[in-house]
Structure formats: structure tokens, C-alpha cells
């Protein structure tokens, strides 16, 4: 039997399989020339103290015991070129794994995506960040893949559900992904190799018999007796089929709009909104490891940090260590900042979206706007960002002292956001709750992490869609939206999932509800 260890060892034993195995074999009191395979389950970096210690846990098979090495291979999909139809609408994580997952359960697949393919994304993107060209159906938030493809990659989630979240990890390994992210604690892809994961996943569902649409917007429900019976597009068609599960996102706001007019019951959800600060990577390293070189053999450091201001959640939010800023507006006449790393993680800067939490209180100036009081609220300040700083896609941008001083910066140098900067005092973009909590948190934030207080950080505004302001309710038991049946409201743009890995899930969730119905 292979014997199972816990192990803290420096991270050059960590790197180096030479060194981990006569660590390993020392451990365990044997010659290094009995230890067969060492197999590493998980792997942490504990930074606590000075000397900084990878975690470990492994398997060791001496050389006597029998050793098979696993393969993850990809569940056997049918063909369902024939079957019964499910319409899927958007082509986001929750869309992509419920396509698969239906397609596993005998069921045919329709998957309808507003923007362009992986590829056809990146002539948008292009236009965004060099011609400040803002096209609606194809952007950072929309096209294959959703907002994840092209906006980092990170695969850690806070549910509870291990072995749901193990399944979707094994199916990007099968699909393509380093085998790394089963191990690591914070797994993560990388901005630059998941649009070929995305592809093949892709791939795979037409090879299948299911069908992926693109550049073709939804823009009607067809409903018959409170019953969905299909969907109308922007050409023209209609799409018929009684399931229909939408996984639009969290910034579909055309959506949002449509459930509201055809009074289909939506709510106002509370979620964050914040800045995204960017310092130099070099010192989040030194603020992290405490050290003033990180050496060879430790990863970019990342940061992690939440307080408590005037009652109110102050965090940190999609940490991108070694990343960039991306300009993530959906549509012109606004401004909107999210962060990415490549898989190396090699960039010169580190970012983080820095965020407060909201109350519905919060929205009462845009209460006559009703369930889109949230979208209303959000909308205003990516409008108000991109006037002041010039009306394009450049986004107000402030030295982090220098906010808390209600100073206006004297220069902004350049940072990782290719669109570009307008020195900006932040107090003109947020209203003045949100400014003064900031201030003070930045402040918090600073004693919390000696060095990050800096007017090296720069701030750019606004960090907006953390998550839907909208929820779209479903039965708890059915998955169904109560008031329009064969309507399955999925993902992060329902208000049921904050990332790939959990919208992946919640998109499995309700392939498999569909399937229970049909079967």
C-alpha cells in the first residue's frame, strides 16, 4: 500500500523531483533508490513566517508496491445528433459544462451565443483596448467561453462541493489543462491557454451532434401558457424547444431588461464595487514573503485581505499576480476595468479589484427602475468614470495616498491598462458612502500589509462587475423559474455562481435537472 505523508519542505525541495524524492526518502527512513513515485495530491505555500514552507501532501509507492499511472480521460459522449433538444443560451462556463453534461445524459444541445467564437474575440478585443471601439456582442464579457476566457482563468471557488469541483478540474485536464490544477490550492490557467481548452470543448459538443451558434443575440422569449416554448434571435428565427436554460452572465443587461419588460419575475441583488489597484509585483512579493528577492523556486505572490468599515465588507477581488488590466465595458459610453495573468504569471505588475460591499438600501435613488435598480446604479457610475476621463476608454485613474487625501495625483505613470489614464480625483466617480469607506479601507488596509499603502499603487476606476446585480429566482428543488416552467435561470448571470468552477457546476446542476424531467 502506498503510503500517504504531509509534508513542509522549502520551496527549492518543492521544485526540484530530485531533491523531493531523497526528502521523501529520508521521511520515510528508506534509500532514495526504493522510492518509486512520489504523486503529489496538493500543494499550498504556507507564508506565515520568515522561512517560507511549501505544503505538501503526496503518495509514495516504494519499489515493490504497484504503481499504474492514472490518466484523466473524458467521459464516453454519445451522439445526440437525433435526440431531444435543450436550448442553452450563452456560451459561458455554466453554458459550455451543461452542454457536456447533457450530452453525457442522451440529450441534444443547442448552444446560442451572442459573440463571436475564441478567435474572432480577439480582433474585438484589439479594437477595445487600441481604438477604444466598444462592440456590444463581442468583448471581454461576451463570446466563447464568457468572461472567463479572456479575464484570467482562475479555477478556485469557495464551494463546499469538493467532488463537484473535482469533476470539473478532471474535465479541463481531459480537455486540455495541465494536470497542475488538480493539485494546487488556488488553481489557474492563464488568460493565454484557456481559449484553446474552450475550443476543443467546443469542438467536441459539435462533433456530438449538439450545435453552437454564434454572433446570434436573444432577443425574445416564446412563451405560451407560462410555459417556454423557444426563443426568438436578432435575425429573426426562432428557436424552438421546451427547456431552455439561460447562462447569459452577469452582464447581460439587454437580458435583464427583457425579463423585466415581459414581467417575468427578476429581483434587485446587492453585489460590490470598488476600484482595481495595480502595484509593482516585485513589492507585493516583499510585502508576502517578507523577503526582498522571492527567488528562484516561489511563485508571483498573491494577496488575499477583507475588513470591516462603517459596517460595510471592504475585499479583495480577483487577485491577479504577474497580471494586467484589461478595459471590460460591454457597451459604449462606459467604462469598466477587470484584471488577467497569463499562466506564467510573468508580467512586471500585480492587480486587484478592491471592492465594498452594497445594500439594496443603496439603489433607493434608482428605485423607479425596480428590479434593474442595482443595473441602474452600477450603469451610472461607469457612465460618470468614462466622462471624466475623456470619453473613450481611457478610466479615471489616482495614486492610492493621494485618494486618501482627496489629492488629485500630479502624474499618473504608465500602468498595465493599454487603453490609458486620466488623473482623476475617485471622490467625482463614487458616491460619497462609497468614497469615504474606500479611504478609510485603503488605511485599514495599509496596517494590515506594511508596504501596500503606497503612492506606487495605482488606482483605476471602476471595478464594477463583480457579480450580477440582478437574480433571476428559480425553485430550490425543480431549478425551474417559478412563474415560467421549462425556464432553468443558471450561472453567474442568475445570481447562482461567482466564477468558472461554480458556474461550471451550477450549469451541470441544471443539465441534470433537465434530464430528470425528460427521462
Known amino acids: 500500500m502506498p503510503q500517504e505523508l504531509q509534508l513542509k519542505v522549502s520551496p527549492q525541495i518543492a521544485a526540484n523531483e530530485n531533491l523531493l524524492y531523497e526528502y521523501v526518502a529520508k521521511t520515510v527512513r528508506v534509500s532514495t533508490k526504493l522510492v518509486q513515485k512520489v504523486v503529489i495530491l496538493k500543494r499550498s505555500i504556507d507564508a506565515r513566517q ?3 514552507k511549501v ?33 442553452i443560451i450563452g456560451a459561458g462556463p455554466a453554458g459550455l459544462f451543461a452542454a457536456l453534461q447533457l450530452i453525457e445524459l442522451g440529450l441534444k444541445p443547442i448552444v446560442i451565443e451572442r459573440g463571436k467564437d475564441v478567435r474572432g474575440r480577439r480582433r474585438d478585443l484589439k ?12 468583448n471581454y464579457c461576451f463570446g466563447e467561453g464568457g468572461a472567463g476566457t479572456y479575464s484570467d482563468g482562475k479555477l478556485y471557488t469557495r464551494s463546499k462541493k469538493r467532488g463537484d469541483v473535482d469533476r470539473i478540474l478532471q474535465l479541463l485536464v481531459g480537455f486540455g489543462a495541465t494536470s497542475d490544477i488538480l493539485v494546487e490550492a488556488h488553481p489557474h490557467i492563464g488568460t493565454n491557454k484557456l481559449p484553446q481548452i474552450i475550443q476543443d470543448i467546443r469542438k467536441k459538443i459539435i462533433e456530438c451532434g449538439g450545435q453552437v451558434l454564434f454572433e446570434t443575440r436573444v432577443t425574445d422569449f ?6 417556454i416554448q423557444g426563443v426568438s434571435t436578432q435575425n429573426g428565427n426562432s428557436i424552438l424547444a421546451n427547456k431552455v436554460i439561460l447562462a447569459t452572465g452577469h452582464s447581460a443587461r439587454d437580458i435583464f431588461e427583457l425579463l423585466d419588460r415581459k414581467k417575468i419575475f427578476i429581483e434587485a441583488k446587492p453585489f460590490a464595487i470598488g476600484v482595481r489597484a495595480e502595484h509593482p509585483q516585485e513589492l507585493i512579493d516583499k510585502i508576502q514573503y517578507s523577503c526582498d528577492f522571492r527567488g528562484d523556486y516561489l511563485p508571483p505572490a498573491p494577496y488575499s485581505i477583507v475588513k470591516q468599515v462603517n459596517g460595510r465588507g471592504m475585499y479583495s477581488f480577483c487577485m491577479c499576480p504577474g497580471g494586467v488590466i484589461a478595459p471590460c465595458a460591454t457597451s459604449p459610453g462606459e467604462v469598466v476595468t477587470n484584471g488577467w495573468s497569463p499562466s506564467k504569471r510573468d508580467q512586471a505588475t500585480a492587480n486587484s479589484g478592491i471592492v465594498v460591499e452594497l445594500k439594496l438600501e443603496d439603489f433607493k435613488p434608482f428605485a423607479k427602475f425596480g428590479a434593474l435598480a442595482g443595473m441602474e446604479f452600477q450603469k451610472s457610475i461607469e457612465q460618470k468614470a468614462w466622462l471624466l476621463a475623456g470619453s473613450t476608454q481611457k478610466v479615471p485613474a489616482q495614486r492610492m495616498i493621494d485618494f486618501t487625501q482627496s489629492k488629485v495625483s500630479a502624474s499618473i505613470p504608465k500602468t498595465s491598462y493599454v487603453p490609458g489614464t486620466t488623473s482623476v480625483e475617485m471622490g467625482q466617480v463614487f458616491p460619497g458612502f462609497l468614497t469615504q469607506i474606500m479611504r478609510e479601507g485603503f488605511t485599514e488596509f495599509g496596517k494590515a500589509m506594511r508596504g501596500y499603502m503606497t503612492n506606487d499603487a495605482i488606482l483605476h476606476a471602476p471595478e464594477s462587475r463583480t457579480s450580477s446585480p440582478v437574480r433571476i429566482p428559480r425553485d430550490n428543488e425543480t431549478l425551474e423559474h417559478p412563474q415560467i416552467k421549462g425556464l432553468y435561470p443558471c450561472g453567474e448571470g442568475a445570481g447562482f ?3 468558472i468552477i461554480s458556474a461550471a457546476i451550477d450549469g451541470e446542476k441544471c443539465a441534470l435537472k433537465i434530464a430528470e424531467v425528460l427521462k
Request: charged share 25%; hydrophobic share 35%; glycine share 4%.
Open 50 to 52: 520568515k522561512a517560507i
Open 55 to 87: 505544503n505538501l501532501k503526496v503518495l509514495v509507492y516504494l519499489i515493490d508496491e504497484q504503481y499504474t499511472e492514472h490518466k484523466i480521460e473524458l467521459p464516453n459522449y454519445q451522439n445526440v445528433s437525433n435526440k431531444q433538444e435543450v436550448i
Open 127 to 138: 479594437a477595445i483596448n487600441v481604438d477604444h471601439i466598444v462592440n456590444e456582442d463581442s
Open 222 to 227: 416564446i412563451i405560451k401558457n407560462n410555459e
Open 497 to 499: 455562481a461567482g466564477g
